[in-house]
């Protein structure tokens, strides 16, 4: 297992060293810079200074190279949009925001999908089965900015429960969680559904009923494990998903999170935050993806426990 | 008192578009202790009456019955407690797969005792102590060990064993085994058949042994049952069943199991068809070591030489694990050869590229055991078969289609089946289709892997009888790879028996069957069940070792070759070789 790690942890790092020169090049093979000449109408010189200064001037190669030796240190530069912060200092503020409410909305969403998943493959063809197709198929094809007005509209306007949008107050969370919360419901309530029942068509399980096993414990004990085998290894991509904040919630709640810079680095060429946010999505997604496979592997005794006698 | 009663049970299930009748009016009873067998082919409704009695049916089943009674007990009335009762205590039951009848993520141990525990109250201790003692009644030996390993550690048999632990784990008053062999290998099913029979009687149970294959029969039971189409045809004694079968589905059964062997016609052209010359498979296996890997080999086959004469049929025989099917895959060229030549009508093909063998690819075909994976399910009849035209640019489509229709008589299905898709076919049509797919070429060779191993024994006997009947009117060359001996019996002019990747013994069939020299061909022989029950027999079991042991020993004078370590295979008369150590 700790080879396994180890040499999973070597490819993770070519993955990241592979992605940083593509993600790089693309940024730079893009025609305009960060200081074109109708966004920002400065003189000649003036640009010129700027671009020494940041070391645009260089060749691609020098730039790469010192930008990657700046991230061993964890140096990953200065935001050209907002100089008076390093990346570092503008992440871990702007990533709070989206962390607590995509994180809770993933750790609220998933079990209420699992649960539903169950009470739907359980009673399969009961109105109960039915509920859970509806939300799931709602949860995956109305778009969350949708969702996100209706909640607002419902909750906010013509209710008037609870406020429409803001932060710092955990009451104001409630909503946006909810909407962060459609996509791991509607995922998890079909999964957990479908892993279910492919489990209880399997011939095992006609034998615990034979040997006389009482139906709650042949469902919680032998079902219910088995169906978690696939089900683990969708969570932690889904959270890093959801936990990385996305523009259209947080720009309908108003939440002063990372989603809005994953669109405003692009566009106004913030080549250090550009690349900072795509290398800390690419290094979360290799982490998660490597736990996921552990976890995996610990529940699951075929491939745990080696080969046949 | 009768501990099972059944009177006019119906079983229909609900489907889209109308119901089906499995199982229409049956009524049988089974005393305490007795033997019942239950005999039919694939949909007759053997297992589905079983399983209404312990309600395991599907909740699209519709269940009908004048009495339905286990134990004393109504089943169709049966509460949550009385059910808990009927399954485990009352009956306790065997299936088919054991590689699917355990949960994979629980150990056998885990198992066993969660059975004890939900009849009686008992600790998980004292649960566990049972679970290892069952284990060794039914033979095995590292009953500690077994307890902590999972499903997937175990081999078929060996799991076959601890499901019959588990099934004896509440003491069951009737033990129902679901086709308890089919899926284990000839020598294996010879075993669990003889622990069944044992633990029945140290257990003083009643037996119902549901099956298709009336050897399990004459082999375990004291009374029979046939049943076809949901209804039972007769029943009675098992001696009375085979000696004066009265009905005419009866008589059909036990005709399959005697069918006649006529030798093919050979030919005067002594080159060989196809010569395996030295083939052999190895396959590298990884095995990781912190960041470096290491390689070592597998020998699935050991350079094998095996000859098959033109217009004559060869069988290669062997349990699973033996070698038989790589070497077949491999004189294909569907699997890479790590050694060795094929040689097909003199020339050697095992080099060719893919585009040299395309022309090879003609005079070659293959049959597989699962027609259902082997048949596209998207294409017709007609264009299943006319494919392999198509592929090498034989006739006008209009020209393809006619052969392709031709050969859709040939095999003995209806030209109105032109269109229809596989899914809509029974598994014998189905092998008729791939058969007359692999022959529209009109290929010299070919190969056909267990081809009727998944067919009931009826339909068997069919497609045997079509494969001997296309054989000799095309004057084909057919290399038959199968797990039974009693299969190839009434096919094959000689038989190859393979075993851990070599070939231990070679001879034509008839003399395989009368003068088996090799230990494991006589295993082999011993293992096939018997065709009356007169003839049943307690059987002895060579393990790996007693094989090695009881391998023939043959001085340099005897052999005519040089002294060797290792076994060889050595002419010990014409056409008959086995396999024996040389010393002087």
């Known amino acids: ?309 | 008192m009768a501990l099972v009663e059944i009177a006019d049970l119906k079983v229909s299930f609900r489907q889209y578009g109308g119901t089906i009748d499995a199982v229409r009016g049956i009524s049988f009873s089974v005393n305490e202790g007795e033997s019942l067998g239950i005999v039919g082919e694939s949909g007759s409704g053997k297992s589905v009456s079983c399983s209404a009695l312990l309600r395991l049916l599907p909740a699209t089943a519709e269940v009908s019955a004048t009495k339905l009674e286990l134990d004393g007990i109504d089943v169709r009335k049966a509460r949550k407690e009385d059910l808990a009762r009927l399954r485990g205590r009352s009956a306790a039951m065997i299936f088919q797969d054991p590689m699917t009848a355990f949960d994979p993520v629980f150990t056998i141990g885990h198992q066993i005792a969660e059975t004890i525990q939900s009849h009686r109250n008992v600790s998980r201790r004292d649960a566990l102590k049972e679970a290892e003692d069952l284990l060794l009644r039914v033979e095995i030996k590292n009953a500690s060990d077994v307890l902590n390993y999972f499903p997937h550690q175990l081999s078929g048999g060996m799991l076959q064993r601890a499901m019959i632990a588990m099934a004896l784990s509440c003491r069951p008053k009737v033990l129902i085994a679901d086709e308890p062999t089919t899926a284990l290998d000839v020598t294996i099913q010879a075993q669990i058949l003889q622990l069944i029979k044992k633990v029945q009687a140290e257990f003083g149970m009643a037996l119902i042994m549901i099956t298709h294959d009336l050897g399990v029969i004459a082999e375990t039971v004291d009374r029979v049952l046939v049943m076809y189409r949901g209804e039972v045809m007769e029943q009675g004694p098992v001696q009375q069943i085979f000696d004066a079968p009265q009905h005419a589905y009866t008589k059909e059964l036990l005709a399959s199991l005697h069918a006649s062997f006529e030798p093919s016609r050979g030919s005067d052209n002594k080159t060989p068809a196809l010569e395996l010359k030295g083939l052999a498979k190895a396959y590298r296996i990884r095995r990781r070591r912190g960041l470096f890997t290491d390689y070592s080999d597998f020998h699935a086959v050991r350079e094998v030489n095996i000859a098959l004469p033109k217009n004559r049929i060869v069988a290669i025989v062997g349990e699973s694990g033996s070698g038989k099917t790589t070497t077949g895959m491999m004189a294909m060229r569907l699997t890479d050869v790590s050694r060795g030549q094929i040689l097909v009508d003199g020339q050697d093909i095992s080099a060719l590229s893919p585009e040299a063998l395309k022309p090879w690819r003609k005079k070659m075909q293959v049959v597989f055991q699962d027609s259902y994976s082997a048949l596209d399910p998207m294409m017709t009849l007609t264009q299943t078969i006319a494919e392999p035209l198509h592929i090498h640019g034989i006739g006008s489509a209009r020209e393809q289609e006619e052969t392709a229709l031709d050969w859709l008589e040939r095999v003995g299905l209806d030209r109105t089946y032109a269109n229809r898709y596989p899914h809509e076919l029974s598994g014998g049509q189905r092998q008729r289709v791939a058969i007359a797919r692999a022959l529209v070429l009109e290929p010299d060779v070919l190969v056909a892997d267990e081809p009727t191993s998944a067919l009931d024994v009826t339909v068997k006997a069919q497609i045997i009888g079509l494969l001997k009947k296309l054989q000799a009117e095309m004057g084909l060359s057919i290399l038959f790879i199968s797990h039974d001996l009693s299969t190839v019996k009434s096919l094959t002019d000689s038989v190859v028996v393979m075993y851990r990747g070599r070939v231990v013994e070679e001879a034509p069939t008839e003399r395989i069957f009368s003068d088996p020299q090799h230990p494991y061909t006589r295993a082999l022989l011993d293992a096939v069940p018997a065709t009356n029950p007169k003839n049943k027999r307690e059987r002895t079991f060579l393990t790996a070792e007693q094989i090695a042991a009881q391998t023939p020993r043959l001085t340099t004078l005897q052999a005519g070759i040089a002294p060797h370590s290792d076994p060889q295979l050595v002419a010990i008369a014409p056409d008959h070789r086995v396999e024996a150590y040389v010393t002087n």
Request: proline content about 6%; aromatic content about 12%; overall charge positive.
């Open chain 1, 1 to 309: 297992m700790l080879g396994y790690i180890l040499r999973r942890l070597v490819s993770v790092a070519f993955t990241f060293i592979a992605v940083s020169l593509i993600i790089f090049l693309m940024m730079h093979a893009v025609p305009g810079g960060p200081f074109d000449a109708n966004d920002m109408p400065v003189s000649e010189a003036v640009r010129a200074k700027l671009m020494a200064q940041l070391g645009l001037d260089q060749p691609l190669y020098v730039q790469y190279l010192k930008y990657m030796w700046g991230v061993l240190h964890f140096d990953f530069g200065v935001p050209y949009q907002s100089p008076g912060e390093s990346v570092l200092q503008l992440l871990s503020r702007a990533w709070v925001p989206s962390l607590v409410l995509g994180g809770l909305g993933v750790l609220i969403g998933a079990p209420l999908g699992i649960l539903l998943g169950m009470a739907a493959a359980l009673n399969r063809n009961s109105w109960i089965d039915y509920l859970a197709s509806a939300v799931a198929t709602i949860g995956l094809t109305i778009p969350v900015f949708v969702t996100s007005m209706l909640l607002i509209l419902v909750f906010a306007v013509w209710l008037k429960w609870l406020p429409a949008s803001g932060w710092p107050n955990p009451e104001r969370w409630i909503l946006p969680i909810i909407a962060y919360a459609a996509i791991p419901v509607a995922t998890y309530a079909r999964y957990t559904r479908s892993a279910m029942l492919d489990t209880m068509s399997r011939p095992f399980v006609t034998v615990l009923r034979a040997k006389g096993l009482s139906e709650r414990r042949i469902v919680f004990q032998h079902v219910l494990r088995n169906s978690a085998i696939p089900l683990v290894t969708v969570f932690l991509p889904m959270f890093i998903g959801t936990a990385t904040g996305s523009i259209f919630v947080e720009a309908m709640f108003r939440v002063p999170g990372l989603g809005a810079y994953f669109v405003s680095s692009i566009e106004t060429r913030d080549y250090p935050l550009e690349m900072a946010l795509m290398l800390m999505i690419t290094f979360m997604y290799c982490i998660a993806y490597l736990l996921s496979d552990i976890v995996y592997a610990l529940i699951n005794p075929r491939i745990r426990v080696g080969g046949a006698e």
